[in-house]
């Protein structure tokens, strides 16, 4: 399996608070993402980074924001944690973009009260 | 625009076969295939190139109309272990080299 980690697994937080996610990855891949997945929308891009601190935001970028300052590391951060943010959160990672395959991280899910 | 998945979900007998279809409005690139077991990470099945290139796994098929916008999973002779939510993401010239998914369809595979 391909190294990559997700941190916490688990999260219960209360709304107002900051939270952040770490991926780490051992592969040395360029691509690095961060989807939520909620029942009925599939995967839904927040960000993604195609190198050390080069990220660019996805389809549902507001209310979080990433850094990626070493190329095994992408962290997601919730300035402000709302309800509508609970949701399980996959880490993925790829070689390139494109026709490239998607590896993914076990997930993290937040639970914000 | 989230590509459409259908069925949305489908109860089979083990042997049984079933296709699974993703439906876009926007020109596609490329069209990928994933698995999700409950509770697990998606994992990949199968990439679809515009030009008829298949990369992926060897017992699940899949066909790509690049016209019509479509794509299809075809699994023959289902088995137990072929039950789960099944993904497709789409890429194309609106995209930004990034994957639309659809909402997936759960596929039961009954002894």
């Known amino acids: 399996d391909a190294g990559i980690t997700q941190s916490p697994r688990h999260k219960v937080t209360e709304t107002g608070t900051p939270v952040t996610l770490r991926c780490h990855q051992t592969?040395?891949?360029?691509?690095m993402y961060w989807y939520r997945q909620d029942p009925g929308h599939g995967l839904r891009l927040i960000h993604y980074?195609?190198?050390?601190?080069?990220?660019d935001k996805g389809e549902v970028s507001d209310g979080y924001s990433v850094s990626r300052s070493k190329t095994e590391d992408f962290l997601l951060t919730l300035e402000s944690a709302t309800s509508s943010q609970t949701s399980v959160y996959f880490c993925?990672?790829?070689?390139?973009?494109?026709?490239?395959?998607?590896?993914f991280g076990a997930g993290s899910r937040l639970t914000v009260l | 625009q989230q590509p459409v998945q259908s069925p949305q979900a489908v109860i089979l007998r083990e042997g049984e076969d079933a296709v699974i279809n993703c439906s876009s409005s926007?020109?596609?690139?490329?069209v990928h295939w994933y698995r999700q077991k409950h509770g697990e990470a998606p994992v990949f099945l199968m990439i679809?190139?515009?030009g008829g290139e298949q990369k992926g796994h060897e017992k699940i098929s899949a066909s790509f109309n690049e016209k019509k916008q479509q794509s299809s999973l075809y699994l023959t002779a289902s088995q137990l272990s072929y039950s789960g939510t099944y993904f497709c993401?789409?890429?194309?010239?609106?995209?930004?080299?990034?994957?639309?998914w659809g909402a997936g369809t759960k596929l039961i595979i009954k002894p």
């Open positions: 993925a990672i790829s070689e390139n973009s494109g026709a490239n395959v998607l590896t």
């Open positions: 592969e040395n891949h360029r691509y």
């Open positions: 980074s195609y190198g050390v601190k080069d990220t």
């Open positions: 926007k020109a596609l690139y490329s």
């Open positions: 679809l190139l515009k």
């Open positions: 993401g789409t890429e194309g010239p609106t995209s930004n080299y990034q994957l639309i």
